[in-house]
């Protein structure tokens, strides 16, 4: 079964570089999520997509901007990159048909791992 | 503001049972999920409460009690391949937000 894709999977850019991280949801999902994750920390919610619209957004920096394309796939842009912005950064889709109801099976990406020098 | 407590750690051996608790204090709540994260992996889905009560899916069941704003993961016949991050998330009522607790690294040991 398709999964969901994300590239690069790795990355190391330097401070005050700009670095864009791409996401390919499982097809005909309907919502992408963009998460944080530093070391030994939980996933924190940046910011979600619904039918290419932006949805919700949580704890995104204002350096930090995402967007969703007309395929679905969807693009976190990243600009001014400071030290602390190394982590993992997952990518998660789902739909009205994942698990038990609505929207509550999150399906995650493999995450790329962003170093900043 | 967002608080999801659960235990940091758990250590556990094979063949046992373990529960995995998760308080919460949200601004709104829809439903309470669990992932499972091996180190260095993604998340996986195990399972979700919408309602209060007790959903099985296979060695693993969940409990919520949204009167307590309390849940648990309870794993049963537990496996060396158990060990893992276990991670409660709730969902910010009818929105595409979720909050994650700060996760129990689970320690199965022979």
């Known amino acids: 079964a398709a999964g969901v894709i994300q590239s690069p999977r790795h990355l190391i850019k330097e401070k005050r570089e700009t670095a864009t991280l791409k996401c390919y949801p499982i097809?005909?999902?309907?919502?992408v999520y963009w998460y944080q994750q530093g070391p030994g920390q939980d996933p924190q919610f940046l910011i979600s997509?619904?039918?290419?619209?932006?949805?919700d957004k949580g704890s995104i920096p204002d350096r930090f901007s995402a967007q969703q394309f007309s395929d679905y796939h969807s693009e976190l842009n990243m600009s001014s990159l400071e030290l602390g912005d190394s982590a993992l950064y997952f990518c998660?889709?789902?739909?009205?048909?994942?698990?038990?109801?609505?929207?509550?099976?999150?399906?995650f990406g493999p995450g790329t791992r962003l170093t900043v020098l | 503001g967002q608080s999801l407590e659960q235990p940091s750690e758990v250590t556990a051996v094979e063949g046992a049972i373990v529960q995995i608790n998760c308080t919460y204090q949200?601004?709104?709540?829809?439903?309470l999920s669990w992932y499972q994260q091996h180190d260095g992996g993604a998340p996986t889905f195990l399972s979700y409460?919408?309602?209060?009560g007790l959903e099985e899916t296979g060695r693993f069941s969940s409990f919520l009690s949204r009167s307590d704003s309390y849940g648990y993961l309870l794993l049963q016949e537990l496996q060396m391949k158990d060990s893992a991050s276990y991670f409660c998330?709730?969902?910010?009522?009818?929105?595409?937000?979720?909050?994650f607790g700060s996760g129990t690294k689970l320690n199965v040991k022979p």
């Open positions: 998660a889709s789902s739909s009205k048909l994942s698990g038990t109801e609505n929207h509550n099976e999150q399906f």
């Open positions: 097809p005909r999902h309907d919502t």
């Open positions: 997509f619904y039918e290419k619209m932006q949805s």
């Open positions: 949200t601004s709104g709540f829809y439903g």
């Open positions: 409460n919408g309602l209060d």
């Open positions: 998330a709730v969902r910010e009522a009818d929105f595409n937000k979720f909050y």
